[in-house]
């Protein structure tokens, strides 16, 4: 077999193994965990597969399953070695192909057994056959290689070796650390219920590579290698896509117990009497002047890096920011308009300083196209004349996907090798929260510390800002975001923004329920405007971008939240109507939808005819103190009232509406006014279009 290491490649080195028939697959590169979907039940002889297989990762593993391959391996780790002088010396065993690896040898017989099995000829000595698999020669981890000994062919297994493997005794018992009860009630009861929440293999997406990091998991809890696999059959397989076949589990669960590196209940909880007896054993021990790991005092506060602001009053460096609201209460504005400032390093919203700049990456999960081609577009078109390059900003179409960990496994390689090239974050956008949960069950806790993991995580290891948009709870402003006050507790700051009127587009944000990062600063109110785009999109020739107005006048409007501010809009509308038409009054209550038409504006600029109805029959309900109905995305119908809209001394519209003429205005009172013709080219749209 060492005749094989002349080639000079993997995929060369596995061919030739596989024309010397053996049964291979790919293992993860400088590793010895499996690359493919199924481990070694997917290793093969087929020339293309390997092809495919190593051109995709060339520097991949060479993993050989060995019953397939009619080899029995005796693997030698350290320790063992005069053990196997002494078997070999006693039953006559001769030399045969041997494996130099990284941390001892593989000795190849030609013949398979029944099972692998796991110190069974004596301690320090395993073997690999059926439902097992080694390291082949030419593979490398951590810079050392598997390389041929020698240049001995394989030899028949000898008898010997298969009857000791096959003598009727006890396995070796497995034996917990620190005391740890292998298949206590607790370690049952642990593993159950985290298997009833974690994720299940799906087909196609790693689901091989994840049923081992449960498996080790289970085994880490303390249960041994058949309670394990009667739990995991009944609490996690059946929900897999689709389910492991027995055989196919019983091998992935064999495996595990056998090669994994961590000792059965490696991470179980012991009897607190054990748990705790070397403490007691060290009190005699305790050297009082040695200095102290853990415990901090006022010269440790000292030396610990001061909290600092990114951008200042808004985000905190290295913090988790949640903006909440209704569905169109401008959060994604919101959200573009900090993260493309801190890429810029320019102030936000045109006020607040950025006082720490870095790149900044949006997952993108509502609406990526427009965010890309509109919203973006227009801050470019704002604040660096168009040259999209200068916003530093990057996206990624789709939020962080909590409910497949395999995803976002690879989003994540994607994000600190784009940290690599491109240099640090500063800030991280995710849209929404509703859109990374997926799957999951919002309301359950486990979900929120996954949220929770998931957003401090890429925070530390960024070192950066992340803003997590969320909407507002159903159970309205007053209710936990995402229905679990884990999820506000995940977060530094969680700015509440409240839609204040329609048009124009002004945003109040409260600094509600939480601000920990100094004291609470009083409400900011932002204001939309329309900026023109080089081109339209989806029909629209401009989008908005933001900006804080002043305090003075956000001290003003601070009481005008909802219809109050909106009130005042209109009012200001219809005055101004007023002013243009020249009119002292209003005669009669006929005249109200003619004036309505009015208001609504130049049928021209609405997309149908439908639209511009909508708009005249709004004003109409407005200006004779009716309601106003809408229906939000999700079907709901909500209605706000107009009562008192244009209410002066018990008097209603359309009479009433002569207190809003200013002084002077002049004119002389008309008894009618004559509403807009409408013709069939007065629509840009096709009549019924959206």
């Known amino acids: 077999m060492g005749s094989m290491m002349t080639s000079n490649s993997k995929l060369e080195i596995a061919l030739a193994l596989a024309d010397a028939g053996c049964a291979v697959f790919p293992l993860k590169e400088n590793g010895k965990a499996p690359a493919c979907e199924h481990g070694f039940l997917d290793a093969t002889r087929d020339a293309a597969q390997i092809n495919a297989w190593w051109t995709e990762t060339p520097e991949a593993n060479i993993g050989l399953s060995t019953g397939p391959s009619n080899y029995t391996v005796v693997d030698i780790d350290p320790g063992g070695e005069e053990a196997w002088a002494a078997l070999r010396a006693k039953h006559g065993i001769p030399e045969t192909c041997v494996v130099k690896t990284p941390r001892g040898h593989h000795h190849y017989f030609v013949g398979a057994t029944p099972k692998s099995t796991a110190g069974k000829l004596a301690e320090h000595i395993d073997t690999r056959s059926e439902k097992g698999y080694v390291v082949a020669a030419g593979s490398t981890i951590d810079g050392v290689d598997y390389i041929y000994a020698n240049d001995a062919d394989p030899v028949p297994l000898p008898d010997a070796i298969r009857e000791l493997l096959q003598r009727n005794e006890a396995e070796p018992i497995a034996v917990a650390p620190a005391g740890v009860v292998i298949d206590s009630p607790a370690n049952i009861s642990r593993a159950t219920a985290m298997l009833r929440v974690e994720n299940v293999s799906v087909e196609g997406s790693g689901g091989n590579d994840l049923a081992y990091r449960i498996i080790a998991q289970v085994k880490d809890e303390g249960l041994s290698q058949a309670e394990a696999l009667d739990v995991i059959s009944s609490e996690w397989n059946q929900r897999c896509q689709p389910p492991w076949s027995p055989d196919e589990l019983d091998a992935l669960v064999a495996h595990v117990y056998e090669f994994g590196q961590n000792e059965i209940g490696a991470r179980a909880n ?89 790149t900044g990456l949006i997952f993108a999960g509502e609406d990526p196209e427009r965010l890309e081609q509109s919203r973006l577009v227009a801050v470019a078109q704002k604040y660096c004349d168009g040259d999209l390059a200068r916003l530093n900003t990057f996206t990624v179409q789709t939020a962080i996907p909590l409910d497949d960990p395999n995803l976002w496994e690879k989003y994540y390689d994607e994000v600190k090798r784009f940290v690599k090239k491109r240099g640090p974050l500063g800030c991280i956008g995710n849209d929404t929260l509703k859109r990374s949960i997926g799957s999951l069950k919002q309301s359950e806790n486990e979900t929120a510390d996954r949220f929770t993991k998931v957003m401090e995580g890429l925070a530390k290891e960024f070192s950066c800002s992340v803003i997590c948009n969320a909407h507002e709870p159903k159970a309205g402003a007053s209710g936990y975001i995402a229905g679990s006050k884990d999820f506000t507790n995940a977060a530094s700051v969680t700015p509440h923004l409240i839609r204040t009127s329609e048009k124009p587009f002004n945003v109040k944000i409260e600094f509600e329920p939480k ?38 006048e956000a001290q003003r409007l601070s009481v005008e939240t909802g219809p109050v501010a909106e009130l005042r809009g209109d009012r200001e509308t219809v005055a101004a109507a007023l002013v243009r038409l020249k009119w002292h009054e209003f005669i009669g209550g006929g005249i109200t939808p003619t004036f309505a038409a009015y208001l609504a504006g130049d049928a021209a600029n609405y997309k149908n005819r439908a639209e511009y109805d909508n708009a005249v029959t709004t004003w109409g309900k407005k200006l004779l103190n009716g309601t106003r109905s809408r229906t939000t995305k999700k079907g709901k119908k909500m209605r706000t009232r107009y009562d008192g809209y244009f209410e002066i001394d018990n008097r209603s519209s359309p009479a009433c509406v002569r207190w809003f003429i200013p002084e002077g205005a002049g004119g002389d009172p008309e008894p009618e006014i004559i509403g807009p013709e409408l013709g069939p080219d007065t629509f840009p749209a096709t009549e019924g279009s959206a």
């Open 270 to 358: 012991p009897p607190g009497a054990v748990a705790f007896e070397h403490v007691v054993a060290k009190d005699a021990a305790l050297d009082a002047d040695k200095p102290f790991l853990y415990i901090r005092g006022p010269e440790d506060w000292k030396a610990s890096p001061v909290a600092e602001m990114q951008v200042e009053t808004i985000l905190a460096a290295r913090s988790v920011l949640m903006p909440w609201g209704d569905f169109d209460a401008g959060k994604t504005y919101f959200m573009v308009e900090l993260v493309t400032a801190v890429g810029m390093g320019r102030p936000a919203f045109g006020r607040f300083k950025t006082l720490l700049p870095g």
């Open 515 to 552: 601000y920990r990062i100094g004291a609470r600063p009083s409400p900011i109110l932002i204001h939309g405007h329309a900026q023109q785009l080089p081109a339209p999109v989806s029909g629209q020739t401009s989008d908005l971008c933001f900006t804080a107005v002043s305090d003075a």
